[in-house]
């Protein structure tokens, strides 16, 4: 991103999680957990299990190469495979991987990422309940004008407005919780998706990967996308609920209104008197952002039979931006609620 755009739309600590570095951390995480995994069920040998364990514990990725791999196959798994096998012994070389397609280690490896992220999330939708609550024990009580369709309606209170930006936030985060075993589930169905290509072992490796990997189990869903969109969806709701709150804001801050003001406000190059509503602008905008990408998100459920090379990289152009901004939104809106005065009664 634009260095000078990042300072508004960016979210360093999940942009880290979304890295290139992370991702492979997650490739690797998958081939260490399905040859544990394959051992277990009896699909690969102890032994090989155990090198490739601590063989990819030290590896170190050629770069230059895993680039130049996915601009020939669309997918950097059969470089990463091959780089890793150079590593291991010829007896264990056959097992790792085996029996798993790209998608596998793809899907599952974004799956975790998006785990930790989850993680944050809740953690900051926390903290703005938070303070939500201490705006109400601080000014609850004060009298407050509601607007409805743009005009001035009748008397209610500060804490009656407060709860239209809260009580979506707990309904969220409460959402939020069981996702890990519900939508944050792992990919593994061999070529085709049918994991015939694990001899009947599918199945039971498939549970000891979850149960390592901390998602939750799941049918392969190489084609069926539902899940994705279904992440993306709440990512809307996530910014959709601040950009309510930012826009609430930005109309009570104006001068005319003056129902609340904030501090720090932005300031305007040709206006010295101004105080802009920039967060709370910011919210709305992003709120906005992630709803346009949602609607590209969507078109991903369109898989062609049993892989689209297509509709899988349009997720990879859109969740990662999602995902981003959605926490960026999460910062703006501590923010936002950190200098937020309302008006004396």
Known sequence: MNNLLSAFASDPEIEA????????????????????ASAIAGFVP???????????????VDWDDLKLGMARDGVPIPALIKQLKSRLSPSATGYLHKGATS???????????????????????????????????????????????????????????L????????????????????????????PVGDRTSFEG??????????????????EPWHSQRDQIVGLGN??????????????????????????????GGGSSSAMAHKSNPVTAEALVTLATQVAGHSGTLNLAMIHENERSGVAWALEWLTLPTMLVSSGASLNHAASLLARLEVAPS
């Open 17 to 36: 999680l979304l890295s290139s570095d992370a991702l492979v951390s997650g490739y690797l995480e998958f081939e260490v957990a399905l040859a544990q």
């Open 234 to 263: 709440i990512l809307v709701q996530i910014t959709g609920i601040l950009g309510k709150i930012g826009m609430d804001v930005a109309l009570l801050a104006q001068n005319e209104i003056g129902a609340v003001r904030l501090t």
């Open 103 to 161: 998608q596998d280690a793809v899907d599952t490896a974004f799956m975790l990422q998006v785990a930790t992220v989850i993680t944050i999330y809740e953690e900051r939708i926390s903290q703005l309940l938070t303070r939500l609550d201490e705006m109400k024990a601080e000014f609850g009580n004060r009298p407050y004008l509601a607007h409805t369709r743009m005009q001035i309606a009748l008397a209610s209170t500060w804490s009656a407005k």
């Open 163 to 190: 709860a239209t930006w809260s009580e979506p936030l707990g309904r969220i985060l409460k959402g939020l919780r069981p996702l890990r075993q519900s939508l944050l589930v792992i990919q593994l169905g061999g």
């Open 201 to 218: 072992h599918g199945d039971a490796i498939a549970r000891h990967m979850a149960e390592m990997l901390d998602l939750g189990l799941a």
């Open 46 to 60: 102890e032994a090989a299990a155990q090198e490739i364990e601590t063989v990819l514990a030290q590896f170190s």
